[in-house]
């Protein structure tokens, strides 16, 4: 549903985006994750056909964005961090006014409208202005109007930004809602928590180019090896007549509890399970080490800034 190769952008003499090459098929969810200025808000706007990319290509539901920019833009539906709503307008007239935008017709506006406004649970407050919304109800409103016109792509700059935990759940609710076979989401976000839970792909991007990517397993892997999983006991035990299988290493020993790094969990696990029982281990819980995308991000940043700063140094 979205590919890019090589896709670039230049301006005077500085790269915002250099050389991302990414691919999006139907019903996935890509979390695209950087700091503040890292090419991240520049690549949604050639995605969408309102900035031509200096070098490479770029495809939207089959669409070229240089060449076909009318009907990419017609396949898209995109929520901007600063979403420009009409605070005078009720919702119901805000939904109108871009379903004229998008050239439907009066019954399909109507048909839309009203479909939007119950999905999104604003039936009730369609005739009220805008400004008496709620964060949470203005950020479903733009995320309405973004859906207006049926796209298959969704292009999502910080959906949640600066909003309430409450307000923020329900519109996470939703995009993971919007998520179908027939639907692409792309979500630029800072929010490490609402990448993780709603992403099926996540890419991290570093000064205008995609430092890693791939599902959260395997970035965990790449990044922070292999897994661990942790042995709890109810007492303290010492473990001497421990025989630990093949495929398990021992990393770390306290009184009440052993830490072990295993290469496959599926194979391996039972197997040391069986061997903790046999030698009489008080074993209350055995479980994997949980590890989480913000480790991921954080030691990926560490890593990669450590190169730069070694290499401006040299």
């Not at 959906?159 to 759940?169: F, G, K, L, N």
Request: aromatic fraction near 6%; include cysteine.
């Amino acid at each position: 549903m979205i590919e890019t190769e090589d896709l670039s952008k230049q301006f005077n003499d500085f790269w915002a985006v250099d050389g991302v090459t990414l691919s999006v098929k139907p019903g996935q969810i890509l979390g695209l994750l950087g700091q503040n200025g890292a090419g991240k808000t520049t690549t949604v706007r050639m995605l969408t056909s309102l900035l031509t990319p200096t070098r490479g290509w770029a495809r939207v539901g089959g669409y070229d964005v240089t060449q076909d920019g009318d009907k990419v833009r017609a396949s898209v539906g995109v929520l901007t961090e600063q979403h420009g709503l009409y605070m005078r307008m009720t919702g119901a007239e805000y939904l109108e006014f871009f379903g004229r935008v998008y050239s439907l017709d009066v019954h399909k506006r109507r048909l839309r409208s009203d479909y939007l406004l119950e999905y999104f649970g604003l039936a009730r407050a369609a005739g009220r202005r805008i400004g008496e919304y709620s964060k949470g109800m203005r950020q479903k409103l733009a995320l309405a109007r973004a859906l207006m016109h049926e796209p298959p792509v969704l292009l999502l700059d910080e959906p949640t930004s600066a909003m309430d935990p409450e307000s923020a759940r329900l519109v996470r609710d939703e995009i993971a809602r919007l998520k179908s076979s027939q639907r692409t989401i792309v979500i630029c976000t800072h929010n490490l928590v609402e990448a993780e839970a709603l992403a099926d792909i996540i890419a991290i991007i570093f000064k205008g180019r995609i430092l890693m990517s791939g599902s959260l397993e395997e970035l965990k892997r790449k990044v922070l090896g292999v897994n661990e999983y942790e042995a709890k006991f109810s007492s303290s035990w010492a473990g001497d007549a421990l025989k630990i299988p093949q495929g398990a290493i021992l990393r770390e020993r306290r009184e009440t509890g052993m830490r072990f790094q295993i290469e496959n969990p599926g194979e391996t696990n039972p197997r040391l399970v069986r061997e903790l029982a046999s030698a009489h281990a008080p074993l209350v819980a055995f479980q994997e080490v949980p590890r989480t995308l913000e480790q991921v991000y954080l030691k990926a940043m560490a890593d990669v800034q450590s190169s730069h700063a070694e290499a401006l140094h040299a």
